[in-house]
């Protein structure tokens, strides 16, 4: 069935920037859409970023629109996330999913009952 890893967290300060990786072993992400969602303790996990299999569309919720972008290489099986001007309340662990149907086109990237497989997340944590 594979699984994704993600990896790139760490502890950083209020401004700066990091690039977390989302890599799939033992499947392709080839042919289908994925996301990056986070979970702050005490809270719900909520979405972050969406991309389409075909890399041509993203989506972002609106608390990291502008500072968070979301991309994929197919070739290197990986999705990544460059978050830039990082916040104290960024801080939180960070996951990847990617959807279980091929070539298709989430309505709804947020909702996260359309993904089939979770990596198991990587922390984040952001100084002040």
């Known amino acids: 069935q594979g699984q994704l890893v993600e990896s790139g967290g760490r502890l950083v300060q209020t401004g700066d920037s990091l690039r977390l990786s989302c890599a799939a072993s033992?499947?392709?992400?080839?042919?289908?859409?994925m996301a990056w969602f986070r979970q702050a303790p005490g809270t719900e996990r909520v979405f972050l970023a969406g991309?389409?299999?075909?890399?041509?569309?993203?989506k972002y919720a609106d608390v990291v629109k502008g500072r968070f972008t979301i991309s994929r290489d197919d070739a290197k099986n990986s999705v990544y996330l460059q978050m830039n001007s990082l916040k104290p309340e960024d801080t939180a662990v960070y996951y990847c999913?990617?959807?279980?149907?091929?070539?298709?086109?989430?309505?709804?990237?947020?909702?996260?009952?359309?993904?089939?497989?979770w990596g198991q997340g990587t922390q984040v944590t952001v100084s002040s």
């Open positions: 999913a990617i959807v279980g149907e091929r070539t298709w086109t989430p309505t709804d990237f947020s909702d996260g009952s359309i993904y089939h497989y």
């Open positions: 033992g499947r392709t992400i080839r042919y289908y859409a």
């Open positions: 991309i389409t299999w075909t890399g041509r569309i993203t």
